[in-house]
């Protein structure tokens, strides 16, 4: 498990024990910012300079959510986010409340499944082609 889902799993089973018990205790509190701060700190959310993007993830998704499944394979290659981080920040960041919420639903299984072994082929004949 990378440290960005490990963070993810923690932030959710605290939400759910605070969903639970209907009431945030302080240290509950303070952990969850904790998390969070850990978690802005992972690949897909490192701030980039662009006019329309925050954060890595949000490019990526972009270029998914426009139909550039190359390019946003090679732009996870290329920075080092893997399949499972990618979408571990589109199920974190791309909740009910985000605007672009409704495009996740094109994340489906299959669509997940083919991207993997999109990027399971790149990496190899990226490890292939060097010596």
Do not use: W
């Amino acid at each position: 498990m990378s440290e960005q889902a490990r963070i993810i799993a923690e932030i959710h089973e605290l939400v759910m024990n605070i969903l639970k018990t209907g009431t945030a205790t302080e240290q509950e509190g303070d952990k969850l910012d904790e998390l969070e701060e850990l978690l802005y700190e992972q690949k897909c959310f490192q701030k980039i300079d662009h006019a329309e993007h925050t954060y890595q993830g949000e490019e990526i998704a972009t270029l998914f959510f426009s139909a550039h499944t190359s390019q946003a394979i090679e732009k996870m290659f290329a920075c080092d986010i893997t399949p499972d981080d990618f979408f571990g920040f589109i199920d974190y960041y791309y909740d009910e409340d985000h605007k672009d919420d409704h495009l996740r639903a094109m994340f489906s299984d299959k669509f997940i499944a083919d991207v993997n072994d999109q990027f399971k082929a790149l990496f190899e004949r990226f490890a292939n082609d060097t010596p």
